[in-house]
Every structure is written in structure tokens, then in C-alpha cells.
């Protein structure tokens, strides 16, 4: 599989330009959205490699260390929009701690207890709080900030926030 | 901004075939990687949607929502193949605590303090910890994990661990 990849990227780097590419994003866009293996996060949004800097964890959620990384984004590196994308059929509205718990036994309790799963009980609530969390952190400053969904079978997105 | 986003994204969605696509990603893979603006995950390993769970952080770095992350992909969407890619000319590697905080001086100390900015000192060695935090934790089980390293001005990646 690591050779694959390799070999894949070999391929890749033979049309890449990276001489024109900065650390700062062009757009001075970050966004966030999730791992699901259906977005492909620059081509869904009409971006090229330079222009966002992207943020990607299980459900989208905005996490600690979402806030880190916007830290480093927004604050350090010149972005001032972020665009939180969650998505239809995502596998964190599916799950809870207990339904995990039930699956994965041989997870000590010491290191069980404090697990958080961020899951998510209502899509357009679980946005909202995601958006909010960005808006109001005390880390960060001056942001606009809007919330989408992106239908991961017709692959449009839409704007709720 | 929002508005141009949203617009691409109908023309993206027009040739978008999200109907062949299941939430577990086809090759069993997981890629962890910086959220730079340069690295456009799927095309520079030649993934297409469907093939992989993507995370994204400030740095590529396996943060405990990483973790949370990975036991989400790995133990219940069946992926088994972790592939860590941190990459040159690494914002997170010019940085640390003291430097951020005397440009961030308007953040109470009572936020401050708890933050994490997870910054790389040493390239490799920041690699090296995070695959080990993979392959160690007491959360995930047997899995394959590589590290490598993109080269933000040539393309291409590289395989050290």
C-alpha cells in the first residue's frame, strides 16, 4: 500500500509547481470539515493547492485542537474567513459512547473514561455549536465565519450559517 | 467569499458521482496530515473519493483528537493503514510557545495557559513521535503505520518510517 502511494505521488510531483506556493493561504481561507473518505475538500470547493489551509478530524467537530490549529491560522499565518462543512451521512450521528463502548471491550477503563467521541446527536444543532464555538473562542479574534452541509451523494453543499 | 465557494461547488457537484460511494473508505486507509495550503491530500497520493479517511491539523501532528479520530476510522469504519505525512517548510516548525504568545498578547492568561500549540522542534524527530503515539496507543489495535514527509516545492513525498 506505502508503495503505491509512493509510486502514485511520484506521478503527482512530476505536474506539481510548488515554487509559486506560500505558507500564507491565498484565499485567506481555513476550512473545516470532516475525514469522510467522500470529500475531497479543494476539488468540492472549487480551490487549488495554496489557497486554504484545511482542517479535517472526525465529524468536522470543532475540537481543542481545531482551536489550535486556528490559532496558528488565523492569528500566524494571514487567514481571516473559515467555513465550518459538516455532511449528510456522516458516521458520527450514528454512534454514542455507550453504542462504542459495546463494540470496544478491550479498552481499559483507565483510558476508556476519559475518551470524548464528539459525536453528533442533531446535524444542524451540532453545526450551530461548531460555528458558535469559532465565533466566541477567546483564542480568536475577527473572523467571519459561516457554517455548510455538503450532501455527500450529489456532492453540493449548502449554506445554513 | 461564501458566495464564490458555493458557486464552484455547483459546478463541482454536476460531475460529482457520490452514488457508487460507502462511508468505508475502499482502501482501507487513513492519512494524517498538516492542514498547509500546499498539500492537497488526495491528489498527491493519487486517492480518489471513496479511498481514504484524511486528518488534518496545524503541523500533521497525532494531537488526542487524532487519536479520537483514528479509533472512529480504524475500529469502527474498518480502516487499517495509517499513513502520517508531516512536510517541509512547516509553519509549526518556526514557532513555540514564548514566540506566539509575545505576538498574542491580547489573550488572558487563564486561556493561555491550558493551550497547547503541539510545535515541532525537530522534523523527524516530531514524526517519529507521532507514528510511535499511533502504533502505541492503548486505543487502536494492528495496524500498518508509515511516516512520510511531503516536500511542499518538489511534490513529492518520501517515506522515513
Given at each position: 500500500m506505502f508503495e503505491e502511494l509512493l509510486d502514485a505521488n511520484a506521478a503527482y510531483a512530476k505536474t506539481?509547481?510548488?515554487?509559486?506556493?506560500?505558507?500564507?493561504?491565498a484565499k485567506r481561507l481555513v476550512v473545516v470539515t470532516c475525514m469522510d473518505a467522500r470529500i475531497d475538500t479543494l476539488a468540492a470547493l472549487g480551490l487549488k493547492p495554496g489557497d486554504a489551509h484545511v482542517l479535517r478530524n472526525a465529524g468536522g467537530r470543532v475540537s481543542d485542537d481545531v482551536i489550535r490549529s486556528l490559532v496558528v491560522s488565523t492569528r500566524l499565518l494571514g487567514t481571516d474567513t473559515v467555513v465550518v462543512m459538516h455532511h449528510t451521512g456522516c458516521g458520527m450521528a450514528t454512534i454514542n459512547k455507550k453504542s462504542v463502548r459495546e463494540i470496544l471491550t478491550d479498552i481499559d477503563e483507565e483510558h476508556w473514561e476519559p475518551f470524548q467521541l464528539l459525536e453528533i446527536e442533531d446535524q444542524q444543532q451540532a453545526l450551530r455549536e461548531d460555528v458558535t464555538k469559532v465565533r466566541e473562542s477567546p483564542l480568536l479574534r475577527d473572523l467571519r465565519v459561516a457554517g455548510f452541509i455538503f450532501d455527500v451523494k450529489s456532492g453540493r453543499a449548502t449554506q445554513y450559517l
Open positions: 506539481f509547481d510548488g515554487a509559486g506556493l506560500a505558507r500564507e493561504p
